[in-house]
């Protein structure tokens, strides 16, 4: 691996279980739990992270073979159909190994590497994980006060 590729798979990771924490403690019967007036289920959120988290390795950081349909992101609201505790946590995992792997494939010249999106602007390859990083922390601070006070 790359001298900056090792601390930024190492920032992925520990970001990441701000998510992970989270998700382990996730019961079935959370998935459909909201907060008022969102509009978003506890289920939703688990999915459309994994969602977003593929469309990154695919779009972003260019990992052959990634196969995704963001359906959080294509249908853009939640639709209440995210209720399979397993298929989601799986989904969840999934997701992160293959993010992990695009990470990891990264070679250090890449890494300035500068990528263009409609949804964020022009980023730097390392400027993107940042993106990805804080966009996980922050709908997994969501999905734990849903699943806290959410009904």
């Known amino acids: 691996m790359a001298p900056r590729t090792d601390p930024l798979l190492a920032l992925f990771t520990e970001g990441h279980t701000r998510f992970t ?20 289920s506890a289920g939703y959120l688990i999915r459309h992270i994994g969602d977003v988290q593929l469309l990154f390795a695919k779009n972003v950081f260019k990992l052959e073979g990634v196969q995704v349909h963001a359906s959080t992101v294509a249908k853009g609201f939640d639709t209440g159909e995210w209720t399979d505790l397993a298929e989601l946590k799986a989904y969840a995992q999934a997701s992160s190994d293959t993010i992990r792997r695009a990470i990891e494939a990264t070679h250090d010249a890449d890494w300035d590497t500068v990528i ?3 949804e964020f602007g022009r980023k730097t390859k ?19 006060i849903v699943v806290k006070y959410g009904t």
């Open 21 to 40: 924490k989270v998700l382990d403690m996730i019961t079935g019967s959370d998935l459909t739990k909201k907060l008022a007036p969102s509009p978003n």
């Open 116 to 118: 263009e999106t409609k």
């Open 126 to 144: 390392a400027e993107a994980l940042g993106r990805i990083v804080t966009h996980t922390a922050y709908h997994a601070g969501q999905l734990a």
